[in-house]
């Protein structure tokens, strides 16, 4: 995990702190209470609203507008029965401001931290909920000559609650809502955003029928407007969490959510403007438990949305999108039960009117889940989905740039009896440029998928499952000079040692390419799919199946004197080991490729495909059973009038 390390070096809190204590800021409450047998009820609470609004018209106008506040709660509880504790904060801020004139500065700042503790000690029955809440808007407005503007939030949250004792309930929630705005028309126009969220819920619960729920919500809203000469514009939006839960006893149940929505748009019309878009949204979540029946569950949504348009001339525009998650469970006992989900979601909309266009996406998503089953009766599901969304629309001469990378890794370990282990991963992609006379267009996407699961024991099921599809689209008239680049890689491995074992492993690939130009149109297209499969099964009634399937499909339309060239290639590796007894293995491998070109007079097409599959199976022992078959359809079409 990128960044992380940095992240968990205190949550930026001696920074925070220090300047609470410097403005005299720091709010803080504490209680406790010791109950042989009674029930206690504690309850704190923090509400603060701040509204700020400047105006100014004239020469040399500077405004700043800044507030602070940093919030600790600290609540303990012993030896009580049916006690209840809540924890919460809420800091709402609304900062405007307006300037008309010549060497205008304005700069907004906005820094929250909250500090929330919970203690449980011999109870029964009792209830912790903590709760904060940070909300800020942010919006400014200048018309003139050397405008300079920036906008800075910062949100930090730690919640911590520690229980021992039968029946303990304990919730933490935590959201940030961050709302940025800036207009600035004129000459020599900058403008600049940054939002911060950073937070970590720690959670641990010893005891019987405990009950963990960590939840947390960013929403970050960034929009930019800019006319006239030289403007600037910059967004960049930050969200890291952290969430660790720990059980140990009966019973126990854990839940885990975070979600991240992000939203950044910017408007730009003028000559010489340049736009810059940033966006990272990591989390880090870590469940460990030790008993009887326990459940665990953890869950990663984000959604980023990047929208700029930009009329004029010599413009250039960037994007740039990073999701990163790290999910690891641990269960010891029996009639353990794991799940770990996370989807991300990128879209990525760029569009350009004009001469001199320079338009660049790039969108990253890493996953890695672990889980780790010690005993009998045990379950693990992950689930791992990625879908990218980019597109790009330029004028004459626009010079276009699209970039995707989805990377999961799933790994599962079960020992025991009676063991379930699922994995899935999917990664979708989709990309369309469209650019008129002497456009450059390139559009590249990798897809890597990583599975392993390794099973000791008996009556052990395993599946994994990866899908990767590929869309790529590219449009352009006279001259236009396009190349289109997808690459996947899958591997699957699965290893189970015992009896009746069931193994299956299942690789689907599907990669699409299309491009269309006029006159003088040199287009090319390279499709490569890889895929490797393993699975090894050690002691009786063993049943193991490897299906490998890979489509491409790749078109070109070109006009008089174009230059396409068609490129794929597909790999396919299995093997499967099995000793013992009763042992059934089967490797199906696919590989479909269509190719098809057309193209008008004094055209120069090529087309290359290379299909690859190597299969290998062993099995040592009495009434084993082993199939293999694979097939390769390649079709390609050329059409030159």
């Not at 390609?636 to 009038?641: L, P």
């Amino acid at each position: 995990m990128e960044n992380v390390k940095g992240f968990r070096n205190v949550l930026n809190w001696k920074k925070l702190i220090g300047a609470g204590l410097a403005a005299g800021l720091i709010v803080g409450s504490a209680s406790g209470a010791f109950a042989s047998h009674g029930s206690v009820k504690q309850e704190q609470k923090r509400d603060k609203q701040e509204f700020s609004a400047q105006a100014y018209i004239g020469t040399l106008i500077g405004q700043n507008q800044s507030t602070s506040e940093t919030t600790g709660q600290f609540q303990s509880d012993t030896f009580s029965w049916g006690s209840k504790q809540f924890q919460k904060t809420a800091k709402g801020s609304v900062q405007l401001q307006g300037g008309l004139g010549a060497l205008i500065g304005q700069n907004q700042n906005v820094l929250n931290g909250s500090i929330q503790t919970q203690n449980v000690t011999f109870d029964k029955k009792s209830k912790q909920v903590q709760v904060t809440d940070d909300n800020s808007a942010q919006l400014q407005g200048a018309l003139g000559l050397l405008i300079g503007q920036n906008q800075d939030a910062f949100n930090g949250t730690l919640q911590t609650q520690n229980s021992t004792g039968k029946y303990n309930d304990q919730v933490q929630v935590g959201g940030n809502t961050n709302l940025q705005g800036q207009l600035g028309a004129g000459i020599l126009v900058g403008q600049n955003q940054d939002v911060a969220n950073e937070a970590i819920q720690n959670a641990d619960v010893v005891g019987i029928g405990n009950d963990q729920t960590q939840s947390y919500d960013n929403t970050n809203l960034q929009g930019q407007l800019g006319l006239g000469i030289l403007v600037g514009q910059t967004q960049g939006s930050t969200n890291s969490s952290s969430q660790d839960a720990a059980a140990g006893g009966l019973f126990n149940d854990q839940d885990q959510d975070v979600d991240n929505t992000t939203a950044q748009g910017q408007l730009g019309l003028g000559v010489l403007i340049g736009q810059s878009q940033n966006s990272s949204n990591e989390s880090v979540q870590l469940a460990d438990t030790d008993g009887f029946a326990n459940e665990q569950d953890q869950d990663v949504e984000t959604e980023t949305a990047q929208g700029k348009i930009a009329v004029g001339a010599l413009i250039g525009q960037s994007q740039d999108s990073y999701n990163g998650s790290a999910q690891s469970a641990t269960s010891e006992g029996a009639k353990n039960e794991q799940s770990q989900g996370v989807a991300d979601a990128t879209e990525q909309g760029q569009v350009a009117v004009g001469v001199g266009v320079s338009q660049g996406q790039t969108s990253a998503n890493t996953n890695t889940q672990t889980s780790d089953l010690d005993g009998k009766s045990n379950e693990a599901t992950q689930v791992g989905a990625n879908v990218t969304d980019q597109g790009q629309l330029g004028g004459s001469g626009t010079d276009q740039a699209q970039a995707s990378t989805n990377d999961s890794t799933q790994l599962a370990s079960a020992e025991g009896k009676y063991n379930d282990s699922v994995q899935v991963g999917v990664n979708v992609t989709d990309q369309g440029q469209e650019g008129t006379t002497g456009a450059d267009q390139a559009q590249n996407s990798d897809n890597d998928t990583l599975q392993g699961t390794v099973a000791e024991g008996k009556n052990n099921d395993q599946a994994q499952v990866s899908a990767n599809t590929t869309e790529q689209g590219q449009s352009g008239s006279t001259g236009v000079d396009q190349a289109q680049s997808a690459s996947n890689d899958t591997e699957q491995y699965a290893e189970a040692e015992g009896k009746n074992n069931d193994q299956a492993q299942v690789a689907v690939t599907e990669t699409a390419q299309s491009q269309g130009g006029e006159c003088d149109a040199d287009q090319d297209q390279s499709a490569d799919t890889t895929t490797t499969q393993g699975a090894e099964a050690d002691g009786k009634n063993n049943d193991q199946a490897q299906v490998a399937a890979a489509t491409t499909e790749q078109a070109q339309v070109g006009g008089e004197d174009a230059n396409q060239g068609q490129h794929s290639s597909t790999t396919a590796s299995q093997s499967a080991v099995a000793v013992g007894a009763n042992n059934e293995q089967t490797q199906v491998a696919t590989a479909e490729t269509q190719q098809n070109q057309g193209a008008a007079g004094d055209a120069t097409q090529n087309q290359t495909s290379n299909s690859v599959s190597s299969q290998v199976s062993a099995a040592f022992g009495s009434n084993s059973t082993q199939s293999q078959s694979s097939s390769s359809v390649v079709v390609q079409s050329q059409t030159a009038n």
